[in-house]
């Protein structure tokens, strides 16, 4: 069975850092382009990230490049989304996603984890 | 950026109803359109990729359509378990965007 799961999330004061984890079992992790998007508490869906299989390429939403980093460790079947500067509208659930292809292009999201809580508050 | 214009925002039906929600891009996407639902306290579930494609283990009362800028989904025949939030997603261009929202509620 494929599984997500997401930790590292928390209480942050504005402009802390936090890193998110995603912790990947049930497929081959190193085939698969993964990504994470965020869900503002009573908001919509909204994309944040994603990486290559390989970890060679990397894509952002606009408002987080810079102080967010996406990376993946294949060895650890691990994802990881290293949060900077951190500010009171990154406040979300942040989910890990897996995408059906590799990366050479990215068509949909068949996998979610259940979600990381990170609120940015003084 | 791509911006994706759901319609409506919220919908009523009963149990039985045929229901439509529109998913609109402001560039052509070609058919790079998946839709997903998402239930109160839960992850998305992926319903409908490339436009029209069934996920494996969706139900087939759930139907998508549409090319270019103009999507649908469609759900012929509403279930008890069909009531949730569903979004639509471009998977066209970088930054992927989704739609704001459709939320159907119990009439």
């Known amino acids: 069975e494929v599984q997500l799961l997401e930790s590292g999330g928390g209480l942050v004061q504005p402009g802390g850092s936090l890193r998110l984890s995603c912790a990947a079992s049930?497929?081959?992790?190193?085939?698969?382009?993964m990504g994470w998007v965020r869900q503002a508490p009573g908001k919509g869906l909204e994309w944040v990230s994603a990486?290559?299989?390989?970890?060679?390429?990397?894509y952002y939403t606009d408002s987080v490049k810079g102080h967010f980093t996406v990376s993946r460790d294949n060895s650890k079947n691990t994802l990881y989304l290293q949060m900077n500067d951190l500010r009171a509208d990154d406040t979300a659930l942040y989910f890990c996603?897996?995408?059906?292809?590799?990366?050479?292009?990215?068509?949909?999201?068949?996998?979610w984890g259940q979600g990381a809580l990170v609120t940015v508050s003084s | 950026d791509i911006q994706m214009t759901q319609s409506p925002s919220s919908v009523s039906a009963s149990v039985g109803d045929r229901v439509t929600i529109t998913c609109r891009a402001s560039?052509?996407?070609?058919?790079?359109l998946a839709w997903y639902q998402q239930k109160p306290g839960k992850a998305p579930k992926l319903l409908i990729y490339?436009?029209?494609s069934l996920q494996s283990g969706v139900p087939s009362r759930f139907s998508g359509s549409g090319s270019g800028t103009d999507f649908t989904l469609t759900i012929s025949s509403l279930q008890p378990e069909d009531f949730a939030t569903y979004y639509c997603?471009?998977?066209?261009?970088?930054?992927?965007?989704f739609g704001g929202g459709t939320k159907l509620e119990i009439k």
């Open positions: 996603v897996k995408e059906v292809n590799s990366g050479t292009y990215f068509s949909r999201f068949d996998c």
């Open positions: 049930g497929f081959t992790f190193s085939d698969y382009a």
């Open positions: 990486i290559d299989n390989s970890g060679t390429n990397t």
């Open positions: 560039q052509g996407i070609r058919s790079w």
């Open positions: 490339v436009a029209s």
């Open positions: 997603q471009q998977a066209h261009s970088f930054p992927l965007t």
